[in-house]
């Protein structure tokens, strides 16, 4: 069940009439119980999955608390690592598919189906087992006590509104509001609404018009060549940012209509001077993820090095972030973009500083922004195609002329995507950036409570009539939902 399917435009006012007809004590049942409905309306069988992380994590994290002997500590906690990391890489990467081609090729003579052995990756899989390792760690370290209630321990992994495609939430942070379970308020409900329906406008209208177009060029790139490429990559970087911001908003929408508060996602991430500023504000729970339980600890051991170990360690925690979106090498060629872009920039931060005073601080800016954007959208490349062999083919392809301009004015055509859509893209990509840039310093509620009556109504009907009249209403998976 996706936010933007029908189903869950019945399943969540039922959801939230429900918590509130219930006295506080026994909230969370409901919700656990919502949330468990929720997954298994994807695979059934796949609760079991979720289900099994959960039981395994709660007892680990028992395990080690302190004052356990380190003996045990240690045991636990990486006999829990070992099955939850081993789990999501048996389903990530598809290991029994290899088994499959093995058996396949041993066994011959004997009727083995082929890819018969293959595993469908569980949606929200990667994202429930790093909040879920993410608490084990903080347990281990001694940053928090370990929960022991199972059902609100299995709330804080299960809660549907971040189940799929995150936020990460931090259990400091989120079980004290699982436990505490807010009464309703207006204000919530309408903040959150509203920021459900922002969500809801970024991904019909937004990224899911321009994957339109995206999806027939990078689908196909032997057929193309040319500048055409350079526009569809540009395009690519906003589809993808309005869909998982998209469903950022929703989620956090969802949970504010509930009374919970999740963790901000995406900080203006396009308006970034460098790469180590664009990841402070790109998908900032799982890049603080990286950060907190990988990054850190190799830094701390490589320090010894100097600058290379630093450097190092960010090329290994951004090799492993690539890999963590998938098995192929254009996402580990698309991760270690990213470690050698922050290497570079802390490699030459003085001469940074330097080449600001000469050329004046607002020029330096400008261009740093302008690199910054131009260097994601590059590495994107990499992200959206299906292998490297593409992506080196469109690189080598997109600042020649391209041999058919017919084909090219086709990819604008198809689909309706004609040039007045194009035109229309691009107006509501402008809309986006100019009104998320508006509310850098405030929740979109409190920013939109700031207008008048009359501006708060036209916005209203805007966003209603551009999500009925323009979405794109076929029901597309969330990008990340295959992560």
């Known amino acids: 069940m996706a936010f933007n399917s029908f189903q869950f435009l019945l399943f969540f006012p039922a959801a939230v009439i429900l918590n509130y007809l219930l006295p506080a004590r026994h909230r969370w049942k409901l919700l656990l119980s919502a949330s468990y409905f929720f997954y298994m309306c994807w695979n059934p069988i796949y609760a079991l999955l979720l289900l099994a992380s959960t039981i395994s994590v709660y007892n680990a994290a028992l395990a080690i608390e302190p004052p356990s002997p380190e003996i045990r500590r240690k045991a636990a906690l990486f006999s829990c690592l070992t099955v939850n990391l081993g789990i999501l890489s048996l ?90 379970s807010p009464d309703f308020s207006c204000k919530n409900a309408c903040h959150g609404i509203l920021l459900m329906s922002w969500g809801l406008f970024k991904k019909v209208v937004v990224a899911d018009r321009i994957s339109l177009f995206v999806s027939y060029y990078f689908d196909t790139p032997e057929t193309f060549s040319g500048p055409v490429f350079i526009l569809a990559a540009i395009l690519y970087a906003f589809q993808l940012y309005c869909d998982l911001s998209g469903y950022t908003d929703m989620a956090r929408g969802a949970a504010r209509v509930l009374g919970i508060s999740l963790a901000v996602n995406f900080r203006l991430p396009y308006f970034s001077a460098s790469i180590s500023e664009f990841w402070r504000r790109w998908h900032v729970t799982l890049s603080s993820w990286f950060f907190d339980y990988l990054y850190t600890p190799l830094a701390v051991r490589l320090r010894g090095l100097g600058t290379p170990g630093i450097s190092l360690a960010l090329l290994i925690t951004f090799a492993l972030c690539g890999i963590w979106h998938g098995g192929g090498w254009n996402f580990l060629i698309f991760g270690l973009l990213q470690g050698l872009a922050l290497s570079f920039e802390m490699l030459f931060r003085k001469k940074g500083r330097k080449i600001s005073k000469l050329i004046g601080a607002r020029i330096y800016s400008l261009l740093s922004k302008t690199l910054t954007f131009c260097y994601w959208t590059f590495s994107l490349i990499f992200f959206r195609t299906g292998s490297p062999g593409d992506a080196f083919h469109i690189i080598r392809t997109m600042f020649l002329l391209p041999d058919d301009a017919r084909r090219v004015l086709l990819g604008f055509n198809r689909y309706n995507f004609g040039n007045w859509d194009f035109f229309l893209v691009l107006a509501m990509i402008c809309f986006v950036l100019v009104l998320e840039r508006r509310q850098a310093e405030k929740e979109l509620g409190e920013f939109y409570g700031t207008w008048k009556a009359w501006c708060r109504w036209t916005f209203c009907y805007f966003l209603l009539f551009a999500i009925v009249s323009y979405g794109v209403m076929d029901e597309q998976l969330f990008i990340y939902f295959q992560f």
Do not use: C, N
């Open 91 to 180: 389903f990530k990467y598809d290991i029994f598919s290899d088994l499959d081609s093995w058996l396949w090729w041993t066994l011959d003579g004997i009727p083995v189906p082929e890819h018969a052995l293959s595993l469908i990756m569980p949606v929200g899989l990667s994202f429930y087992t790093f909040q879920a390792l993410g608490y084990l760690l903080d347990v281990y370290r001694g940053k928090i006590r370990a929960e022991r209630h199972f059902g609100i321990f299995a709330l804080f992994v299960s809660f549907f509104p971040q189940l799929l495609s995150g936020p990460i939430g931090r259990a400091q942070a989120l079980i004290p509001q699982l436990v505490s």
